[in-house]
């Protein structure tokens, strides 16, 4: 199996296994942010010590912020969940991040929405 192959599929799994721990996690702080908390992707290092995690969330972005924060204070849960459902010698240290991607695409899809109107308000004109 091309070692490119195995890395994308460890990534779904633990992808996978995050978003499951996510539900079952028991914490208060979770109740009010859990079902809007999405793991986008998830990129492991070549020698499998370290797995970053990307996290979004619908929000401002000190809530995004706040959230990513949340993730990494659990992270020792999350790396355990990971640990117990995995066959790999050592369980990838998880480093949680923000991800920005979806954000992003919101905003460029509003700037050409934005664009269009013009153009049809112009040719209108």
Known sequence: MKPEYRNKK?????????????????????DPVRNFITVSRVEISKDKRYADVYISYLGDSETRKKVVELMQKYKGYFRTYVAKNTRLYVAPELRFKEDKGIEASVKINKLLDEISKNENHEENN
């Open 10 to 30: 460890i990534e779904a799994h633990i992808r996978n296994l995050i978003s499951e721990a996510l539900q079952k996690i028991k914490e208060p702080e979770f």
